[in-house]
């Protein structure tokens, strides 16, 4: 198993957790955080002093800040650690579905219960919470969080930087602007 640093030890944590523990495919080396966390069974080193004397480069990181609103925060750690030299595989529930011809870009993690359809493209640094469905050839940009339970219809496109809540339905074809948020359980008609 490859080593990964997380960056963020607060809630969406302990998801993220999940599904890199049960897909065993990399193991959590450290956790990165602004305060210490001694809930959680890993190092955590202060981002302030972990950052001047460390090597990223060439080092597998996975952003493991939640996105409640619009993701600014997750942009910017995702765009700090990539130009230290970080790498950001994707991560992929073993309890997901995902399409051979779909792509998930660099970043991105698909939690447990997704279901990826044909033709998805998703782009870098994004959370594909659980038990989301996202049908045939959506596009979802950068930096986007689609929230438990949501379901994006054939054709939908979800401009970066976006939240759509919790069980909130896009439906085929339509468009959510850049740096929109979709309130749960909200339709898009």
């Known amino acids: 198993m490859k080593k990964i640093i997380l960056i963020g030890s607060g809630g969406h944590f302990n998801s993220c957790e999940d599904v890199i523990t049960s897909a065993k495919k990399f193991k959590i080396d450290f956790i990165i955080d602004k305060k210490e966390n001694n809930k959680i069974n890993y190092k955590v080193y202060l981002e302030k002093k972990i950052v001047k004397k460390y090597n990223f480069k060439r080092k597998l990181i996975h952003i493991s800040v939640g996105q409640l609103r619009l993701g600014k925060k997750r942009k910017q750690l995702y765009e700090f650690y990539k130009n230290k030299g970080g790498i950001f595989p994707v991560i992929k529930s073993n309890k997901c579905y995902i399409s051979k011809s779909a792509k998930i870009n660099e970043g991105t993690i698909i939690m447990n219960h997704v279901t990826v359809n044909s033709g998805v493209v998703i782009g870098k640094n994004c959370i594909i919470n659980t038990g989301s469905i996202i049908e045939h ?53």
């Open 137 to 189: 050839d959506v596009i979802i940009e950068n930096n986007v969080h689609i929230a438990p339970g949501a379901i994006l219809l054939g054709g939908c496109i979800i401009r970066q930087n976006s939240f759509i809540g919790a069980g909130s339905l896009v439906k085929q074809n339509k468009e959510v602007y850049k740096d929109s948020i979709i309130s749960s359980k909200k339709y898009i008609r």
